[in-house]
């Protein structure tokens, strides 16, 4: 078996206990009893991993969708699975975390349906509104989880659109 499979499920299971700006490169190693070298040769930082465990556990579902409304219900559907995981990989502000990664995947679909229905608004105004929508995703998915995911996938992303920034209601 790979080392990559024992590194991305250790990291799952810590995640089980506690958030991913609490848990170190140290921490996952100690664990497995390998080297901080046999790490750093797989991932560049927890942050990598963490791309990692999310591109092959949770995001293999909505990859290739085209729309951020299929994503966002695709990931709410993969994410119920595991919501302590993965609430607790989202508790992070770093630059790197995957709550920013997530985001991103957000934008870029955003900006893609934006760019196909032409939203009559300058490219800077729809930039900012797609930063504030995918902001407010990431929060709204966090109370989602800590909350139990007592809402299905529709109706959190019904609050979304309802919170939906002005601008982007034009396209």
Not at 111 to 127: G, S, T
Request: net charge negative; with cysteine; glycine share 4%.
């Amino acid at each position: 078996m790979k080392i990559e499979f024992f590194l991305e499920n250790t990291l799952m299971d810590l995640l089980k206990e506690k958030s991913i700006d609490s848990i170190h490169v140290k921490d996952i190693i100690a664990e497995l009893g390998i080297c901080k070298g046999t790490f750093y040769k797989y991932y560049q930082d927890k942050y990598d991993l963490i791309v990692h465990v999310f591109e092959s556990k949770f995001y293999r579902e909505v990859n290739g969708v085209t729309s951020w409304e299929e994503f966002v219900k695709g990931s709410l559907t993969a994410f119920r699975r595991s919501p302590v995981i993965v609430y607790n990989a989202f508790l992070s502000n770093d630059i790197n975390s995957i709550g920013f990664y997530h985001r991103a995947r957000i934008k870029e679909l955003f900006l893609a349906h934006a760019a196909e229905v032409e939203i009559a608004a300058e490219a800077q105004e729809i930039e900012y509104a797609v930063n504030i929508l995918t902001w407010l995703i990431n929060k709204t998915m966090m109370v989602w989880l800590k909350n139990g995911c007592t809402e299905t996938e529709e109706e959190v992303l019904s609050m979304i659109k309802r919170l939906m920034p002005y601008i982007l209601h034009e396209g």
